[in-house]
């Protein structure tokens, strides 16, 4: 019987070896796969924490101010000439400087925001005037790149002259880096050392307020309706390919539509939060829906059943029992959904949040921008110094989404039930 | 507002007064069963007579006073003024708005329209007593209405509940109203568009400059609004991040749901979900920051002439945005793929991988056909990655190192920025915000409807 013709186990035996190299081979892919995917993951990570905790630091000038009582001659505190008064002390730190043109370069290390802390630091307390302080005021934006090594020597931004007195200052150790907290209190500037992102904050609040406050009941009703009380229909199917269709849609179209309908025809007004919040509902007003059904599906018959079975009516059953059992897993859904609107850019540039804006929105309809449309606008800023403010204003975007889907996390794990 | 919190105190004292006068009616407290409806819907029911008529009063009223009042304003001016252009008439309209806001009105100022302010303040006045007395006049007569109607037979409950039926009714309509109102939009714009150009120029055309002469004489007077380059640039971007994606989120999803044990599932997934959760806005960020410089330098070191906004870059990054979404739905996918397919294989003594390559891939290969044309549906709108990373000028090349743009990227430029309403330029981010809809619609359709059969398969 064994005649040459090889057994069949061993042609099986033979392949085998080949076919666990494969086996192995495709197990590595797959491994290879997740790995490429957490190291892009790290390394956007990386990247951006790099690029961006340096902007937690400013650099500062320490200055002799001495608050001549002339300057306030004029008894309006509000315009008096708080630039030179800085410059009176430069040109005390550095009395070898005479020259016009060398001593505007000489200025130019501060910055031109040193002249408002000046100003709100008197319009606080008038007792200042006569006094001589020391004073810690921010470095021009320049001066910071250049200590924080951003900035070569060589680069032509700073003169020969300017780097002499940077290197004094700093042996003098009148020029040091300090926590830079005007990175959180300050609305958008020019100037990258008066830049915050505070302003972009409280417009991000106010949109997601409107947001939430539109698209939680708006999608919590619609998700009762088509689950509990809709009969099918061909106005139901309607209504459900709609919504599946409107999850999928690019969200810049609900910009187009933003500024078409509630710009264009409602005539309501550019950049505010309000317009943002509408257009930012029907956005995610699909995934509180879809969440929100899932939720209710998840609620057992048993409880309906008992409720209708005691003489509750339908809308009694709904209301007092299964909704409250069903809004942990709404709730969850909705701030997934606000996750995903405080990260929306697209349809809000649609609707002029773009603009640049200096102050801090006080209200629903001031005109405002978001903390994502911050990012863009300043990762488009020529200034170096905007650079490393973008990615911190980058780690404030995903520290507020990480607390938002953990909040979302900690909801499931203690409400979840399962039945 | 000062009559909104009226009109809320009343209804809730509407509330009260109907719940007492319920207990009332039923003869105390302790004979309450003999009511149809327990008290507090009959709280309820009067309450909403009370507030609701007067709540569509003062809504309707807000919506059409301004036109009203503008209309009886223009109606009061010389008839020189009247018999203006409708452009002119409204640059006098605008003059009385500021005039009536407090803002310094631009010029000189006619004593027509100043007149005519005056009469829009007093107008106004009017129109707010009115308002109220109408809201609150309204308020009390459904009150008293409902008030004196409570009677034990009265089927409180079933209005009310009628009532919240309906508005869970009309909230569930506002998925329809938002498609209409995109597609309407969209539609109106594009065809007012499509008036200057014509669609076949604009679909078929190859050169994409938009701008609009001031001058007919003017240099590179010339727009050119053909969408093939910008469309094909799209494609290009969005080919690339399908092949950083595909591969790499599918090899992702077979190995978490075939191979990975419950500790690296754990440690994965929610790293996937993070991956997932950036905001594209910092992926754009990321790739004009990292990505861009990287593949011009690597490129440059290898004699390649790279972009600074190269095609490839803003491919990749978009590429690593979708990754998630890929492995995600192939997740789904491969699970729905019953466990018996798989008993099978192995029962044959095929092993783990070539169960999964010739078993299970092409059982679950509709299902992932359709996840895959829901993430290019994805691709191409997306928007801040190639605003950010890719460039501005439409070229019609296959190059991937080369500058191509995006319709998104033209959406963005032409519409951002001050222009005017109707001009073509703006009109043209119209018409490509309609291509875009209706592409990814029917990839989205297609792909929803590969999605369900497949799912319905296996049920």
Same mark, same amino acid.
Request: net charge positive; proline share 5%.
């Given at each position: 019987?064994?005649?040459?013709?090889?057994?069949?186990?061993?042609?099986?035996?033979?392949?085998?070896?080949?076919?666990?190299?494969?086996?192995?081979?495709?197990?590595?892919?797959?491994?290879?796969?997740?790995?490429?995917?957490?190291?892009?993951?790290?390394?956007?990570?990386?990247?951006?924490?790099?690029?961006?905790?340096?902007?937690?630091?400013?650099?500062?000038?320490?200055?002799?101010?001495?608050?001549?009582?002339?300057?306030?001659?004029?008894?309006?505190?509000?315009?008096?000439?708080?630039?030179?008064?800085?410059?009176?002390?430069?040109?005390?730190?550095?009395?070898?400087?005479?020259?016009?043109?060398?001593?505007?370069?000489?200025?130019?290390?501060?910055?031109?925001?040193?002249?408002?802390?000046?100003?709100?630091?008197?319009?606080?307390?008038?007792?200042?005037?006569?006094?001589?302080?020391?004073?810690?005021?921010?470095?021009?934006?320049?001066?910071?790149?250049?200590?924080?090594?951003?900035?070569?020597?060589?680069?032509?931004?700073?003169?020969?002259?300017?780097?002499?007195?940077?290197?004094?200052?700093?042996?003098?150790?009148?020029?040091?880096?300090?926590?830079?907290?005007?990175?959180?209190?300050?609305?958008?500037?020019?100037?990258?050392?008066?830049?915050?992102?505070?302003?972009?904050?409280?417009?991000?609040?106010?949109?997601?307020?409107?947001?939430?406050?539109?698209?939680?009941?708006?999608?919590?009703?619609?998700?009762?309706?088509?689950?509990?009380?809709?009969?099918?229909?061909?106005?139901?199917?309607?209504?459900?390919?709609?919504?599946?269709?409107?999850?999928?849609?690019?969200?810049?179209?609900?910009?187009?539509?933003?500024?078409?309908?509630?710009?264009?025809?409602?005539?309501?007004?550019?950049?505010?939060?309000?317009?943002?919040?509408?257009?930012?509902?029907?956005?995610?007003?699909?995934?509180?829906?879809?969440?929100?059904?899932?939720?209710?599906?998840?609620?057992?018959?048993?409880?309906?059943?008992?409720?209708?079975?005691?003489?509750?009516?339908?809308?009694?059953?709904?209301?007092?029992?299964?909704?409250?059992?069903?809004?942990?897993?709404?709730?969850?859904?909705?701030?997934?959904?606000?996750?995903?609107?405080?990260?929306?850019?697209?349809?809000?540039?649609?609707?002029?949040?773009?603009?640049?804006?200096?102050?801090?929105?006080?209200?629903?309809?001031?005109?405002?921008?978001?903390?994502?449309?911050?990012?863009?606008?300043?990762?488009?800023?020529?200034?170096?110094?905007?650079?490393?403010?973008?990615?911190?204003?980058?780690?404030?975007?995903?520290?507020?989404?990480?607390?938002?889907?953990?909040?979302?996390?900690?909801?499931?794990?203690?409400?979840?039930?399962?039945? | 507002?000062?009559?909104?919190?009226?009109?809320?105190?009343?209804?809730?004292?509407?509330?009260?007064?109907?719940?007492?006068?319920?207990?009332?009616?039923?003869?105390?407290?302790?004979?309450?069963?003999?009511?149809?409806?327990?008290?507090?819907?009959?709280?309820?029911?009067?309450?909403?007579?009370?507030?609701?008529?007067?709540?569509?009063?003062?809504?309707?009223?807000?919506?059409?006073?301004?036109?009203?009042?503008?209309?009886?304003?223009?109606?009061?001016?010389?008839?020189?003024?009247?018999?203006?252009?409708?452009?002119?008439?409204?640059?006098?309209?605008?003059?009385?708005?500021?005039?009536?806001?407090?803002?310094?009105?631009?010029?000189?100022?006619?004593?027509?329209?100043?007149?005519?302010?005056?009469?829009?303040?007093?107008?106004?006045?009017?129109?707010?007593?009115?308002?109220?007395?109408?809201?609150?006049?309204?308020?009390?007569?459904?009150?008293?209405?409902?008030?004196?109607?409570?009677?034990?037979?009265?089927?409180?409950?079933?209005?009310?509940?009628?009532?919240?039926?309906?508005?869970?009714?009309?909230?569930?309509?506002?998925?329809?109203?938002?498609?209409?109102?995109?597609?309407?939009?969209?539609?109106?714009?594009?065809?007012?568009?499509?008036?200057?150009?014509?669609?076949?120029?604009?679909?078929?055309?190859?050169?994409?400059?938009?701008?609009?002469?001031?001058?007919?004489?003017?240099?590179?007077?010339?727009?050119?609004?053909?969408?093939?380059? &910008? !469309?094909?640039?799209?494609?290009?971007?969005? %080919?690339?991040? #399908?092949? =950083?994606?595909?591969?790499? /989120? *599918?090899? @992702?999803?077979?190995?978490?749901?075939?191979?990975?044990?419950?500790?690296?599932?754990?440690?994965?997934?929610?790293?996937?979900?993070?991956?997932?959760?950036?905001?594209?806005?910092?992926?754009?960020?990321?790739?004009?920051?990292?990505?861009?410089?990287?593949?011009?330098?690597?490129?440059?070191?290898?004699?390649?002439?790279?972009?600074?906004?190269?095609?490839?870059?803003?491919?990749?990054?978009?590429?690593?945005?979708?990754?998630?979404?890929?492995?995600?739905?192939?997740?789904?996918?491969?699970?729905?793929?019953?466990?018996?397919?798989?008993?099978?294989?192995?029962?044959?003594?095929?092993?783990?991988?070539?169960?999964?390559?010739?078993?299970?891939?092409?059982?679950?290969?509709?299902?992932?056909?359709?996840? &895959? !044309?829901?993430?290019?549906?994805?691709?191409? %709108?997306?928007? #801040?990655? =190639?605003?950010?990373?890719? /460039? *501005?000028? @439409?070229?019609?090349?296959?190059?991937?190192?080369?500058?191509?743009?995006?319709?998104?990227?033209?959406?963005?430029?032409?519409?951002?920025?001050?222009?005017?309403?109707?001009?073509?330029?703006?009109?043209?981010?119209?018409?490509?915000?309609?291509?875009?809809?209706?592409?990814?619609?029917?990839?989205?359709?297609?792909?929803?409807?590969?999605?369900?059969?497949?799912?319905?398969?296996?049920?």
């Amino acid at each position: 019987m064994n005649n040459g013709k090889p057994k069949t186990i061993e042609i099986v035996q033979r392949s085998l070896v080949r076919r666990y190299r494969a086996e192995r081979r495709f197990r590595r892919m797959g491994l290879g796969a997740i790995v490429l995917s957490l190291v892009f993951l790290g390394f956007l990570f990386a990247s951006i924490v790099g690029n961006g905790y340096t902007a937690l630091f400013q650099t500062q000038v320490q200055l002799d101010i001495s608050f001549d009582p002339e300057t306030f001659a004029t008894g309006e505190l509000a315009n008096a000439d708080y630039p030179r008064l800085i410059k009176e002390a430069l040109y005390k730190a550095f009395p070898q400087v005479t020259a016009r043109g060398e001593r505007r370069a000489l200025t130019g290390l501060v910055s031109s925001g040193a002249a408002f802390q000046l100003r709100q630091m008197v319009l606080a307390d008038r007792s200042l005037i006569g006094t001589r302080r020391s004073i810690w005021l921010p470095a021009d934006d320049d001066v910071d790149m250049l200590v924080k090594g951003h900035l070569s020597r060589q680069a032509g931004r700073l003169s020969e002259a300017q780097l002499a007195w940077i290197g004094q200052l700093q042996s003098q150790g009148k020029l040091a880096k300090h926590f830079n907290w005007t990175l959180f209190t300050a609305g958008d500037s020019r100037e990258p050392e008066l830049a915050g992102i505070l302003g972009a904050v409280v417009g991000s609040f106010y949109t997601l307020l409107v947001t939430l406050a539109l698209s939680f009941p708006l999608g919590v009703a619609t998700a009762v309706y088509l689950e509990e009380f809709a009969p099918r229909s061909r106005w139901t199917d309607l209504i459900e390919v709609n919504i599946n269709n409107l999850a999928a849609v690019p969200s810049i179209v609900f910009g187009l539509l933003g500024l078409a309908v509630f710009l264009g025809a409602f005539g309501m007004p550019r950049s505010a939060p309000v317009v943002g919040g509408m257009v930012l509902t029907l956005m995610t007003l699909p995934t509180i829906i879809i969440a929100s059904r899932a939720a209710l599906q998840a609620v057992p018959p048993s409880i309906r059943d008992a409720a209708l079975g005691v003489g509750a009516s339908k809308m009694q059953m709904i209301l007092h029992h299964v909704l409250p059992l069903a809004l942990p897993g709404m709730l969850t859904g909705t701030i997934i959904g606000m996750a995903r609107a405080l990260g929306e850019t697209a349809p809000l540039l649609m609707i002029g949040m773009v603009a640049f804006i200096v102050d801090i929105p006080g209200g629903f309809t001031d005109p405002a921008t978001v903390l994502p449309v911050q990012i863009y606008l300043w990762a488009d800023s020529p200034e170096r110094a905007f650079v490393e403010r973008t990615a911190a204003a980058t780690l404030a975007l995903l520290a507020f989404l990480i607390v938002m889907n953990g909040l979302a996390v900690v909801l499931r794990r203690r409400f979840e039930r399962r039945w | 507002m000062m009559l909104l919190t009226l009109l809320l105190l009343m209804t809730l004292a509407a509330y009260y007064l109907g719940l007492r006068r319920a207990v009332t009616v039923a003869g105390g407290p302790t004979s309450v069963r003999v009511l149809h409806s327990r008290p507090a819907y009959y709280g309820m029911w009067t309450a909403i007579w009370c507030g609701l008529p007067a709540l569509i009063i003062f809504a309707a009223w807000q919506m059409l006073e301004g036109r009203m009042l503008t209309h009886l304003v223009v109606a009061q001016l010389p008839p020189e003024m009247q018999s203006l252009s409708a452009a002119r008439l409204s640059l006098i309209v605008n003059d009385i708005r500021n005039i009536i806001y407090g803002n310094i009105p631009v010029g000189q100022v006619s004593p027509a329209v100043q007149a005519a302010a005056e009469l829009y303040l007093r107008l106004q006045a009017i129109s707010r007593i009115a308002l109220a007395a109408a809201v609150l006049a309204s308020a009390l007569a459904g009150l008293g209405a409902a008030y004196g109607r409570i009677h034990i037979r009265l089927r409180a409950r079933n209005q009310v509940e009628r009532l919240v039926l309906w508005l869970l009714g009309a909230c569930s309509t506002i998925a329809i109203f938002t498609t209409i109102g995109i597609v309407l939009s969209v539609l109106y714009e594009a065809l007012r568009f499509f008036k200057s150009v014509p669609l076949t120029d604009f679909l078929f055309g190859l050169q994409w400059s938009p701008q609009m002469a001031i001058r007919s004489d003017q240099v590179g007077s010339s727009g050119a609004f053909g969408a093939v380059p &910008v !469309l094909a640039g799209t494609l290009l971007v969005s %080919g690339i991040a #399908m092949l =950083v994606a595909v591969p790499i /989120g *599918l090899l @992702a999803a077979i190995y978490m749901s075939e191979y990975a044990g419950k500790r690296l599932r754990s440690v994965v997934k929610p790293l996937m979900e993070i991956l997932a959760g950036i905001p594209t806005v910092v992926y754009g960020f990321f790739a004009a920051l990292t990505v861009a410089p990287l593949i011009r330098s690597s490129g440059h070191a290898i004699g390649l002439d790279v972009s600074s906004e190269s095609a490839l870059a803003a491919g990749l990054v978009m590429g690593i945005m979708i990754i998630p979404f890929v492995s995600s739905l192939s997740d789904d996918m491969i699970n729905a793929v019953p466990q018996s397919l798989r008993d099978g294989a192995y029962g044959l003594g095929a092993t783990h991988s070539e169960t999964i390559r010739q078993v299970v891939l092409p059982a679950a290969l509709p299902g992932i056909v359709g996840g &895959v !044309l829901l993430a290019v549906s994805r691709a191409i %709108g997306e928007t #801040m990655i =190639v605003v950010m990373a890719a /460039g *501005l000028t @439409a070229n019609l090349t296959l190059n991937p190192l080369k500058t191509v743009t995006t319709v998104t990227v033209q959406i963005v430029t032409l519409l951002v920025g001050d222009q005017e309403f109707d001009s073509p330029k703006t009109l043209a981010a119209f018409a490509l915000g309609l291509l875009l809809f209706v592409i990814t619609l029917g990839l989205n359709i297609i792909a929803l409807k590969v999605v369900r059969k497949y799912r319905e398969q296996y049920e």
